[in-house]
């Protein structure tokens, strides 16, 4: 995986979308009234604690001001000011970041347990997202199972994912690089797996890849060796091992095909293409005995060759 392409500042990661400079200035300046908010009153506390601390000289020292009419009035209305222009600010804001431009791309993401997967107008679906530079670009977000979150620093984006329900976010990315998707909402123990790509591509660039497969095999390359690509792509390996015996949520891929089981309810099975097959697609339909029913169905994302690819690595694990 190729880092990003853009540095951002000391503080900042880059600012790689249309409205990250706008998300920024207003937080700059929020910051900034802390800053200054914090030196006064700092400044004033030092002042006053030695101003009128009680000394052997002067064992009463305090103000015998009640109140002070012009004082009062401008620490209510300069903040009460200053908080309009941030509510104000922060609104406009808001709304440029919430409400898709209607010329906006639209990819569907669906989350879960522990992987991402994009869904583009001509229905093939990738695990890291695939974007053109110079067009917005709307995702409307859905969850499989638990909450996620849905967020990339350097388009300054972020969505709750929330299962029954969809949610929306959109970006424009100024030029091609590599940005980072993380998911920030705590889902699991493979909640950190969750770290994905957004490529962004020239828009000539978008469309030649979208054409040939965003996420096809290689040329050239052995279906097993795509295999195991896809394994970490789909994130089986948050919840399925390669070594012998190993017990993560699930079973063990080492020595899979051809294994002889037991399901829950007491039938046994002999683990062949049909069955791999059917345990990727409807991970319900057999239950392996002493595993929890935690597996999502892979129905909408494994293709017809990606499956194969699939089988035919599990075909070398042994
Ligand atoms: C959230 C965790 C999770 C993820 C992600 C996951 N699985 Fe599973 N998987 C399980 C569990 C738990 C079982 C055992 C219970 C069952 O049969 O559903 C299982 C069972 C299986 C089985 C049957 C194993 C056997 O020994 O009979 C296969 C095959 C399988 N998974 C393939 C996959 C593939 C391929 C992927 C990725 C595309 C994947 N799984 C992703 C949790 C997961
Ligand atoms: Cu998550």
């Known amino acids: 995986m190729e880092s990003t392409t853009q540095t951002g500042s000391f503080w900042m990661p880059p600012q790689a979308s249309t409205t990250a400079a706008e998300v920024d200035s207003l937080f700059d300046f929020i910051m900034d009234l802390n800053y200054i908010f914090f030196a006064i009153i700092f400044a004033m506390t030092v002042y006053f604690v030695v101003k009128y601390q009680k000394t052997d000289e002067n064992p009463i020292a ?27 600010w922060g609104f406009r804001v808001f709304l440029n970041n919430t409400v898709a431009p209607d010329n906006a791309m639209e990819i569907n993401v669906t989350a879960q347990k522990w992987s991402w997967s994009f869904k583009y107008d001509d229905g093939q679906t990738t695990s890291d997202l695939y974007a053109p530079a110079g067009q917005p670009v709307k995702l409307i977000l859905k969850s499989k199972d638990v909450l996620h979150s849905f967020y990339v620093p350097d388009f300054r984006i972020k969505s709750d994912v929330v299962p029954g329900r969809y949610t929306t976010v959109w970006f424009e990315a100024m030029k091609p690089g590599d940005h980072r998707i993380f998911c920030t909402e705590y889902c699991g123990r493979q909640h950190s797996g969750m770290y994905r790509t957004v490529h962004v591509l020239s828009a000539e660039d978008f469309a030649k890849k979208k054409s040939d497969g965003f996420e096809g095999r290689p040329e050239g390359q052995d279906p097993a060796v795509w295999g195991k690509q896809l394994y970490s792509k789909y994130g089986c390996n948050a919840c399925h091992g390669l070594e012998e015996g190993e017990v993560k949520v699930g079973p063990s891929f080492y020595g899979i095909y051809g294994r002889k089981g037991e399901t829950a309810d007491g039938q046994s099975y002999v683990a062949n293409e049909e069955y791999i097959r059917e345990s990727i697609m409807e991970p319900m339909a057999k239950i392996v005995k002493g595993y929890a029913p935690a597996m999502p169905s892979f129905k909408d994302q494994i293709g017809g060759d990606q499956m194969d690819a699939i089988i035919a690595f599990m075909k070398t694990l042994k």
Not at 68 to 84: A, Q
């Open 62 to 88: 305090t103000s015998d001001l009640s109140h002070n009419t012009v004082w009062e009035g401008l620490w209510t209305f300069i903040p009460l000011v200053l908080c309009l222009i941030v509510f104000v």
